[in-house]
């Protein structure tokens, strides 16, 4: 089966969240079970800058935006054991810019940065030759490919039977834009209407990829449910809902080849379920040279790793933060970036408790690994939360993960109670409402649950025993597009 994987952002090539996470590491999984992929991202300067092995590929043509045309030029990326084969789409006025989609605002041409995107890979399928059986577009930066196909390729014999299908990792971004982009598309403004692209008066990208895809995914079937109604469609839970029989939800996978405590070149020491203790000391001595400490704090490590935005639960991570640093039971480590005002906050806090509360503002892969393998206890109090990778990554790396029950989250971790610890099935703490009471209390019973040194490690050996490789869940892709492939 031939499948092109097409994402805004993957691992190694540029990456601001788990988007790229997963569409790095599912074309090797895919491949592994026997399919041919291609994945196609954008050619930004983080990809071009990062010294990998990327060559021009010697194609080069002129993409249809609006009434004129923006040259496409494809570069190919072969990497040493990797057997999915990657092209990056190059324009450089599009996408040679500092940042993926923008700094403090999103750049104002996203909408033909990602229109061009999408026509530039539907046209390089076609001159790779077909024929292909699957496009896999994720997120609204590909939302228009399932239109293309149909509306403008239908009949080009490479993608003429490919079916497409639109993989949701947020339904919060859906790629808005005013009215007008839609001229840059070259798609017929009869399709303008509420039920194809326009949603109150504007254009939607990732819900022109709904309608139009043979099959929809999303990242948890917890997700998958809850998007079908308010508040978590964002406003497009009917339409969901109406394609309920072509929408499954898929928990995502981790790459145990980089995500793995046992061979983790960010860790100072190699370490698994028997010497965790051991890993987790150098780490810490790791990290508390990398902030600037005399020596490793004795008390538990709690940790935060992840975008600094309302979905993430950050007000309630502030509340509890300064609530809990006056008893000096614990240690907290924040890394993230994001919003001005959580960026701010955070940093006030950790200035009133040095010592207690360490902020590193940034973007730094490194440190977020050296961070999870210091941790004990990893937070993860999203008000939303499609599936999560940070609470994944954490019980693999034996941080406990202290969680909101929502979406990927309730799929992921199943609560310690008195039962599930007796069965040995809990491998963390979970709480209901998105208040900062809630998360406090769940965090207390990880404290508490913490003191009792052989439950405690009981519950690491669990959490890190889980098997979140992408074995599974690559299979399930496999049997999706198994299904759409027969006419189902
Ligand atoms: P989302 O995709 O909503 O941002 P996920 O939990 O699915 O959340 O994935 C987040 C990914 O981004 C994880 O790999 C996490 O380690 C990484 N990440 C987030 N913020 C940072 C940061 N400031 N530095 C390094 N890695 C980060």
Redesign the pocket.
């Known amino acids: 089966m031939r499948v092109l994987e097409i994402a805004s952002e993957a691992v190694p090539f540029a990456?601001?969240?788990?988007?790229?996470?997963?569409a790095g590491a599912l074309p090797e999984a895919l491949a592994g079970l026997g399919c041919e992929v291609t994945l196609v991202v954008p050619a930004y300067a983080e990809a071009l800058g990062k010294g990998l092995p990327i060559e021009p590929a010697g194609i080069e043509f002129d993409v249809p935006i609006g009434t004129g045309s923006r040259r496409a030029r494809i570069l190919r990326c072969r990497r040493e054991g990797q057997r999915a084969d990657a092209y990056l789409i190059a324009n450089d006025d599009l996408f040679d810019r500092p940042t993926l989609y923008g700094g403090a605002g999103d750049y104002p041409d996203n909408a033909e940065r990602f229109i061009f995107f999408s026509r530039a890979t539907v046209e390089l399928a076609c001159r790779l030759g077909g024929p292909w059986d699957i496009l896999h577009c994720h997120d609204w930066q590909t939302g228009l490919v399932p239109a293309y196909r149909r509306l403008l390729y239908a009949s080009n014999p490479a993608v003429a039977n490919a079916r497409t299908v639109m993989t949701i990792?947020?339904m919060a971004y859906q790629g808005t834009f005013w009215h007008w982009d839609m001229l840059l598309t070259g798609i017929d403004w009869s399709h303008f209407t509420w039920r194809e692209m326009e949603f109150y008066g504007q254009l939607n990208l990732l819900k022109t990829g709904i309608v139009f895809a043979d099959a929809v995914s999303t990242?948890s079937p917890t997700y998958a449910r809850e998007i079908q109604a308010t508040p978590g469609g964002c406003g497009l839970e009917g339409l969901l809902a109406s394609r309920r029989d072509s929408l499954v939800g898929i928990v995502?996978g981790i790459d145990t080849s980089l995500?793995n405590p046992a061979c983790d070149p960010h860790l100072p020491r190699a370490f698994g379920e028997n010497d965790v203790e051991d890993g987790k000391y150098a780490a810490r001595v790791a990290l508390a040279a990398r902030l600037g400490h005399a020596a490793p704090d004795a008390r538990p490590l709690v940790a935060f790793?992840?975008?600094?935005?309302e979905?993430?639960g950050i007000t309630l991570i502030l509340d509890a933060i300064t609530k809990l640093a006056g008893t000096g039971r614990v240690h907290f480590m924040i890394?993230?970036?994001?919003g001005e005002a959580e960026e701010q906050s955070l940093r006030r806090v950790a200035a009133a408790y040095p010592g207690t509360i360490d902020v590193?503002?940034?973007?730094?892969?490194?440190?977020?690994?050296l961070v999870?393998a210091a941790a004990d206890i990893t937070l993860?109090p999203?008000r939303f939360?499609?599936?999560?990778?940070?609470?994944?990554?954490a019980q693999r790396y034996g941080s406990i993960p202290v969680v909101r029950a929502t979406g990927?989250l309730i799929d992921t971790v199943v609560d310690a109670t008195p039962e599930t610890i007796r069965a040995g099935s809990a491998t963390g703490f979970v709480f209901q409402g998105f208040d900062a009471a809630g998360l406090e209390h769940a965090l207390g019973r990880a404290l508490v649950a913490y003191d009792d040194k052989p439950a405690w490690r009981r519950l690491v050996g669990h959490a890190m025993r889980q098997d979140w490789s992408w074995q599974a869940s690559g299979r399930e892709y496999v049997r999706l597009f198994e299904r759409i492939r027969a006419g189902a």
């Open positions: 990456k601001t969240g788990g988007l790229a996470d997963v990792h947020n990242v995502n995500w790793v992840g975008r600094l935005v979905q993430k890394l993230g970036t994001g590193v503002i940034g973007f730094d892969e490194g440190l977020a690994h999870q993860v999203s939360e499609p599936c999560g990778l940070t609470q994944l990554y990927g």
